[in-house]
Nanobody, 122 residues
Framework: QVQLVESGGGLVQVGDSLRLSCAAS????????MGWFRQAPGKDREFVAS????????TYADSVKGRFTISRDNAKNTVYLQMNSLKPEDTAVYYC???????????????WGQGTQVTVSS
């Protein structure tokens, strides 16, 4: 049983930055990966980034490479998503996720946060 609590979403302008946080509580495991997915209105939920709990190896979607950075603090059971150079197409609900292994597919993720809205205006 894992709970994920997100914060940091909001309304920003093109080119601005935003930092999302996701704190995990309940039963967590040192080998669980953590990551972020997003879903825009009328679109499927898509992979954004993930990070290995053990060695910190990150993985990014091509659409955010060079702009977003995922990081974690294992002592706090918290994962972050630093989003720079935001574009209107980044507008979506962002969901934190955790599982033993995270792939680019959201279909079998066991634990989700409630989602936080990110809106980028032009």
């Amino acid at each position: 049983q894992v709970q994920l609590v997100e914060s940091g979403g909001g309304l920003v302008q093109v080119g601005d930055s935003l930092r999302l946080s996701c704190a995990a509580s309940g039963r967590t495991f040192s080998n669980y990966a953590m990551g972020w997915f997003r879903q825009a209105p009328g679109k499927d939920r898509e992979f954004v980034a993930s990070i290995n709990r053990g060695d910190g190896t990150p993985t990014y979607a091509d659409s955010v490479k060079g702009r977003f950075t995922i990081s974690r603090d294992n002592a706090k059971n918290t994962v972050y998503l630093q989003m720079n150079s935001l574009k209107p197409e980044d507008t979506a609900v962002y969901y934190c996720a955790t599982d033993p292994v995270l792939t680019r597919s959201p279909n079998h993720v066991n634990y989700w946060g409630q989602g936080t809205q990110v809106t980028v205006s032009s």
